[in-house]
């Protein structure tokens, strides 16, 4: 019942902005903890950003500064703002929830279908 929907990718130029979307939606009690990762071809997937319950925020090294990772838990949404983009930035961006679904005991984790971020000239 729980599904995590990732929008925003698409094709910028190097020093271009996106902003990424992830809405939960189902039937969700409560979610601990969002984050987004990336998997670029030939990679492993790799955390970029994310953010817990109380706000508490970690991001990779390589977006500190051009990334802002946040959250609207009245909507369950989580956001990831993208600066200065680089082509090193290009990759599927997937969405991940850590949340316990209404009428089950035990939370689990997520994972949304990914959205295509390219970076190119």
């Known amino acids: 019942q729980v599904q995590l929907v990732e929008s925003g990718g698409g094709l910028v130029q190097p020093g271009g902005s996106l902003r990424l979307s992830c809405a939960a939606s189902?039937?969700?009690?409560?979610?601990?903890?969002m984050g987004w990762y990336r998997q670029a071809p030939g990679k492993q997937r790799e955390l970029v950003a994310d953010i817990g319950s109380g706000d508490n925020i970690n991001y990779a090294d390589s977006v500190k500064g051009r990334f802002t990772i946040s959250r609207d838990n009245t909507k369950n949404t989580m956001y990831l703002q993208m600066n200065s983009l680089k082509p090193e930035d290009t990759a599927v961006y997937y969405c991940n929830a850590d949340l316990r679904a209404k009428w089950y005991y035990s939370p689990a984790h997520y994972w949304g279908q990914g959205t295509q971020v390219t970076v190119s000239s």
């Open positions: 189902g039937s969700i009690f409560s979610i601990y903890a």
